[in-house]
């Protein structure tokens, strides 16, 4: 009698490799990588280069002198890794603190869980989070945005849109934000740019729609709310009835901002729609987005940082698994 060989589930094959959604997901990174290398040109290029191969070599001696097992940096993981830490980052990073955070997102990030499969948190934004608390006035220092600039280390910087919205009333750089041609890290500068990628993903159908839906909902809810709530503060304290000064006045709450700026469109499209670190089930995808989208708009508002994706994403993250225990999908064959 042969032997009978069981394998774990699913048994049904798609078609679909993790190298073939790898580079998927890379295919759709283009766009932004593009508009990067118009707006900051060699420094973009050197940061994105130096990401990538640190991030593949580290992954490679990792495997193959202390795990003692092949490589598997031909699937694409830690080369997209590399181009996602690179995406969150200035665009005038030196390259020793790049290489530091290729280390801590392949080293710690991904590889200290057992490598690919058993990480908990999203490995870029894991070098990319340890960076901003290490080295927080080169990870705060953003190029100023120009066409093709051919100066690296020495380029002059600027503020970064989103952080402008809490000084100034310049909803021009709004627009910029969106098309393009603003400061920034270099996946952020383009929100256009992003939505393509998104389009590119769901036409793929490397992912689906809920959690990148569910996390801009959330962010537009909320900010509409304390927008709002803003508003009503500033009529009730100084009596202005004018609706441009009222508007005004409650800026950093606008939804039309927290949409357009920051690195919003990175996360909710590729940090937070990563397979490993996200739940399962549709109705858990929706209520990671929720706690994503709501943490965001208090980091932001309310918190030391401008942004705040990248800490929603991580402790979302650390709740994938318990959103997985209470919300699981249904058997296969079960209405």
Not at 11 to 18: E, Q
Not at 37 to 46: D, E, Q, R, V
Not at 76 to 105: D, E, H, K, R, Y
Request: proline residues 5%; aromatic residues 12%.
């Amino acid at each position: 009698m042969k032997n009978i060989i069981i394998s774990s589930s699913p048994h049904i094959h798609s078609g679909d490799t993790i190298g073939k959604n790898m580079y998927g997901v890379l295919i759709a990174l283009i766009p932004a990588f593009i508009v990067s290398l118009y707006c900051f040109g060699l420094g973009a290029l050197i940061v994105t280069g130096v990401s990538v191969a640190s991030c593949v070599l580290f992954e490679y001696l990792i495997q193959k002198y202390m795990f003692k097992k092949t490589p598997t940096i031909h699937d694409g993981s830690a080369m997209l890794t590399g181009v996602l830490l690179a995406f969150n980052l200035p665009s005038n990073l030196p390259v020793w603190i790049i290489i530091i955070g290729a280390l801590v997102a392949i080293g710690v990030g991904k590889m200290s869980f057992g490598g690919l499969g058993n990480n908990i948190f999203n490995p870029a934004l894991v070098g990319r989070v340890f960076l901003l608390i290490s080295f927080p006035t080169q990870m705060t220092s953003w190029p100023v945005a120009d066409a093709f600039p051919l100066t690296y280390l020495d380029a002059q910087t600027g503020a970064t849109t989103l952080s402008l919205i809490h000084f100034t009333t310049d909803y021009d750089a709004v627009i910029k934000s969106f098309v393009g041609l603003t400061g920034g890290s270099i996946g952020e500068v383009s929100e256009l740019a992003l939505l393509l990628g998104l389009a590119y993903l769901l036409f793929r159908k490397i992912i689906t729609w809920h959690i990148p839906v569910s996390i801009l909902a959330t962010v537009t809810l909320f900010s509409g709310l304390f927008f709002a709530g803003s508003m009503v503060q500033t009529w009730q304290s100084t009596g202005i009835t004018d609706l441009q000064t009222l508007m005004e006045s409650a800026k950093p709450f606008n939804p039309l901002i927290h949409l357009t700026t920051g690195g919003l469109m990175l996360g909710a499209v590729f940090m937070a729609t990563d397979y490993v670190t996200s739940p399962m089930s549709r109705k858990g995808m929706i209520v990671y987005g929720f706690g994503i989208g709501i943490l965001t708009i208090l980091i932001r508002c309310y918190g030391i940082y401008p942004g705040g994706v990248s800490f929603a994403i991580l402790f979302m993250n650390g709740l994938t698994p318990l959103i997985n225990m209470y919300i699981k999908p249904k058997h296969y064959g079960l209405k």
